[in-house]
């Protein structure tokens, strides 16, 4: 396969049969803008072809200048008899080899899983880009409503990747090329530095996801023994504070008191652990484990074990280590 530039009157032959078939007539520019753009070199089209002809198009927008150092790329369709044989993958590769020594780099617009209508599908369509050589980055926008996460593919021979506030600017630029030409730029279109908020909610999903994996696992494994949420963590507590208040239970395991109630009580009701009052302040409670509770806790303490085992696999030893401390350092003593 081999790629070429398509000249204008190649392209207007394409836009009826190609482009009408393949793209949303809200996504698609008009053709009476479209054809200006191309005139005027900042709109440039490529067609991959091989033995059987034209088997993908894109079209990519530019700052016009005749060396360019980002292309957006605008519009990309593989031809629909020759969709799931390799095709998109190969032309992603033709791409990359056509960079080389230009000093140029090209943006990809992935919907934002987090907000697209299909979101297996955006997060299919980063991995194809991730798989043909591109980075994620730490730059957004929103165009006509829909959230965009932003791609760059870049030659493997430049000294060093753009930096995203970079990155940021020359996609506003672009878009500005093809938005204000028939909309009111602010009202349509907003390039965003994404980095912070991609951390929080990364970090936010990672650990709701393994608040939600040992909540899973634990209570799967502790069923037979009628241990439910966190009450496995007030025995492991007790355990380890023998006569501990419910208060400083619901200190140390950051729970409501009232939800500390009823768990101690179901605890008790279950045998596990006992209550004396505190002669010191009658208004508290001393907690102990039964002879049922002490035996139950090294039990829980096999099965978290399996828990973190299973969680870290991927990880060495140091690399536990070190996210052990880090997320040490987080807490706010």
């Given amino acids: 396969m081999y790629l070429r530039t398509l000249s204008i009157e190649e392209m207007g032959s394409l836009y009826t049969p190609c482009l009408k078939r393949d793209f949303p007539p809200d996504e698609l520019m008009p053709w009476k803008l479209m054809e200006p753009l191309i005139r005027k070199g900042f709109q440039h089209s490529v067609g991959f072809f091989d033995s059987e002809g034209l088997a993908a198009y894109a079209l990519f927008i530019t700052d016009g200048g005749e060396s360019p150092r980002t292309a957006l790329l605008n519009y990309f369709a593989v031809e629909p008899q020759r969709r799931g044989s390799g095709v998109g993958t190969e032309c992603l590769r033709l791409m990359r080899e056509a960079l080389r020594g230009r000093g140029c780099r090209i943006i990809f617009e992935v919907e934002d899983p987090e907000a697209a209508p299909d979101p297996d599908y955006a997060r299919r369509r980063i991995d194809f880009y991730k798989r043909g050589g591109a980075r994620s980055t730490g730059v957004g926008s929103t165009l006509f409503g829909v959230e965009y996460l932003i791609m760059v593919l870049e030659s493997e021979d430049r000294e060093a990747a753009i930096a995203d506030r970079e990155l940021a600017a020359e996609l506003d630029a672009l878009y500005h090329i093809t938005v204000a030409a028939k909309f009111k730029f602010e009202e349509v279109c907003r390039v965003k530095l994404r980095e912070s908020s991609s951390f929080s909610r990364d970090l936010g ?18 069923r037979e023994y009628g241990l439910s949420g966190g009450m496995y963590m007030i025995l492991l507590h007790v355990d380890r504070h023998p006569g501990s208040s419910q208060d400083a239970v619901s200190g140390h395991l950051y729970l409501d008191k009232c939800s500390v109630a009823r768990k101690v009580k179901k605890l008790e009701e279950l045998g596990y652990l006992y209550r004396e009052t505190d002669q010191s302040d009658r208004r508290q409670n001393k907690l102990y484990l039964t002879e049922s509770g002490q035996g139950l806790t090294p039990t829980i303490r096999k099965y978290l074990g399996q828990w973190g085992n299973e969680v870290t696999a991927p990880l060495t030893g140091v690399e536990k280590e070190t996210l052990i401390t880090l997320l040490m350092k987080t807490i706010k003593k």
């Fill in 205 to 222: 999903r990672t650990l709701t996801f393994l608040m939600r994996s040992r909540k899973r696992f634990m209570g799967e494994k502790l």
